[in-house]
């Protein structure tokens, strides 16, 4: 009886949503675990056939107050979680924290040239990982199995030299306000200059298995198509923008930690597709590498650090040896510096695009308030408009195409 | 705040535009290692948005980032910070409002979704993560917590650990046909006729 009723009810629901529903389409659900969503993202497309008519992402699924965490930390110890974001590329991430934290101290003048050189050649190298990354699993997605093999190859001879910068492979937290943890180690030109060499080659080799593939050309041309003004609209920045033809790049615009000083030039495609967006990414590995060549050709002897102990610790034999030095080291970790209070802004070219640290001090020893403008967010905003009115199997190359990290999403 | 001056030569073409289009309604501009803030009130900041978005010798087309800050002992307690950007000209400003009565659980601020389309997410997020409610937004939901979630978790008084929700905050531990309390856990509770609103497998 009861079970009767219950169908009942069940039957005259269904009905309901059918009539405020179109009959020829249907909704499904994709992720948060699936396997070509690149973490936990979550799309609710609603098909008509095979074409997606409506497209709603939900995100949050990795949503690990970073913002929050970083409000009860100490300025030195807050740069520990901004690796954790854009887990692809934690230098980027350190590099755009510790700019914000030098304007803030108003020392973004004093850091030595050595520290300023190495820091570029580090992200340039953390791009070109970052890149890899995308660039295997996006060929993975869709379907071009080997390029992932390969492209992890060369991003784990990235990761070598990170580890031998900072000991740590992925969190490096290497980069810091003020300067670099430590000195660059010996080798480290030596083992930069091998990957340099050895490189261009390799990066033919993706060029040879893909740029000129007629299924990738299939599965890629016009597929995901985002005009300039789209682009613009939704906040995209990073090879989204470039990709639809805007010359756009926070290194060229506004220059940090000596950009305008290298020689490199901004790929920007035209029809905004999938595939210009991939072609985007690929030569900006060449540029890359550009960049780590004139940075190793040109860097200089010195500090790697400023020479104030207020903010950087002393180095370990000071400490041990000199009264004033350990007082600065217990209070730094201890305590901590207190910039004056203020807030600013800090925007670097991260290798998903925009990425902004917005710092509020109030005076104190930790930030106020220090929020995150992660360029894969603002950029995932216009997947919608990329996908609608797609096939459902380019969904997917959509979603590889705008190279979104859910970590810095979902922060 | 320290290292203030007003009246700054940084961003003057933008400070004049905004006094020219809100006259004393620009609160304050405040020039901070080399960033220009305009401060305005909550009720004018889409007359301003639009203003500066199609001043021809400006035009701030590209809304980098939307965020809000929580100053509990101040009234009014929160800070809405617009950072934008124009791609033509490359000239930068931060926008700020403040918003929040004595006493106001949840402050209106007015969207700007209808001035640049990115503003949607941005707004969600400190929709979501202040109880900001804007205006005007088109679908404002939360983004980052889960549907069911009670409070907002940048807000000053929401401590870090040690909060004690009302059990079951999160309604995928609920026993199955468990009554819970009214407004928690709707979303994740499966009763035979599905959750209203939810995507229905069989369909």
């Known amino acids: 009886m009861q079970l009767d009723e219950q169908r009942t009810l069940e039957t005259e629901s269904s009905v309901q949503i059918d009539a405020t529903r179109r009959e020829d389409t249907m909704t499904i659900n994709m992720g948060p675990q699936h396997p070509s969503t690149h973490g936990v993202l979550r799309l609710i497309l609603t098909l008509e056939g095979e074409t997606v008519v409506k497209a709603i992402p939900e995100i949050g699924y990795l949503h690990t107050g970073i913002e929050k965490t970083a409000e009860a930390k100490s300025y030195f110890q807050a740069l520990v979680v901004t690796d954790r974001m854009d887990y692809l590329a934690p230098l980027s991430n350190n590099l755009g924290y510790s700019l914000a934290v030098e304007k803030l101290l108003g020392i973004t003048d004093a850091i030595p040239p050595k520290a300023q050189v190495a820091r570029v050649a580090l992200v340039e190298l953390q791009r070109i990982a970052s890149h890899l990354v995308w660039l ?53 030109d030596a083992k930069v200059r091998d990957f340099i060499k050895i490189f261009p080659a390799r990066l033919r080799e993706y060029h040879d298995l893909l740029t000129n593939n007629r299924l990738w050309i299939n599965r890629t041309k016009g597929i995901g198509p985002l005009t300039a003004e789209q682009a613009i609209a939704f906040g995209a920045s990073g090879p989204v923008l470039r990709g639809s033809g805007v010359a756009w790049d926070v290194r060229k615009m506004f220059p940090y930690s000596g950009y305008e000083t290298y020689d490199f030039d901004i790929p920007v495609g035209t029809n905004g597709d999938t595939y210009d967006r991939y072609l985007v990414r690929m030569l900006e590995m060449d540029q890359s590498l550009r960049i780590v060549q004139q940075a190793l050709d040109r860097m200089p002897e010195g500090r790697w650090q400023v020479d104030d102990p207020k903010i950087v610790p002393p180095p370990k034999w000071q400490i041990a040896t000199n009264m004033e030095s350990l007082i600065h080291h217990f209070k730094l970790f201890t305590e901590g510096y207190r910039p004056p209070a203020g807030e600013v802004y800090q925007r670097i070219e991260s290798p998903k695009g925009e990425l902004g640290f917005y710092l509020v001090s109030d005076g104190s020893a930790r930030p106020y308030r220090m929020h995150v403008r992660g360029a894969s967010f603002a950029n995932l905003q216009a997947l919608p408009t990329m996908i609608e009115g797609q096939l459902l199997s380019d969904v997917v190359a959509s979603i590889g195409s705008i190279d979104i990290v859910l970590g810095e999403v979902d922060r | 705040m320290a290292d203030v001056d007003t009246d700054p030569a940084a961003n003057a073409p933008t ?39 199609d001043a021809p010798d400006l035009r701030y087309d590209f809304l980098a980032d939307i965020t809000a800050v929580d100053w509990p002992d101040r009234v009014p307690r929160y800070d809405v910070v617009y950072h934008l950007l124009s791609i033509p000209t490359r000239a930068v400003v931060r926008l700020k409002v403040r918003a929040g009565d004595e006493g106001e659980e949840q402050p209106h601020v007015p969207s700007v979704t209808s001035v640049w389309p990115a503003a949607n997410w941005y707004e969600r997020e400190v929709f979501d993560l202040f109880g900001i409610i ?45 009554p819970l309390p009214p407004g928690i856990g709707q979303q994740t509770l499966r009763t035979p006729g599905g959750v209203p609103g939810d995507i229905d497998p069989e369909k």
């Open chain 2, 134 to 178: 804007f205006d005007g937004h088109p679908d404002l939901r939360r983004i980052l917590m889960p549907e069911d979630w009670t409070s907002h978790p940048l807000r000053k008084d929401y401590p870090l650990t040690g909060f004690t929700l009302p059990e079951p905050h999160w309604g995928g531990q609920v026993p199955f046909g468990e």
């Open chain 2, 15 to 53: 400070v004049a535009l905004a006094r020219q289009v809100l006259g004393d309604d620009v609160l304050e501009v405040v020039e901070h290692r080399g960033e220009t803030t305009i401060v305005v009130p909550p009720a004018r900041i889409v007359e301003l948005a639009q203003a500066l978005r």
């Open chain 1, 136 to 188: 295997g699993t996006h060929a993975l997605d869709l379907g071009a199995q080997s390029v992932f093999l390969y492209a992890f190859r060369e991003r784990e001879m990235i990761l070598d030299i990170f580890e031998l910068c900072s000991g740590v492979r992925l969190m490096t937290s290497y980069i810091m306000p003020g300067g670099l943890q430590a000195d660059l180690p010996a080798g480290f």
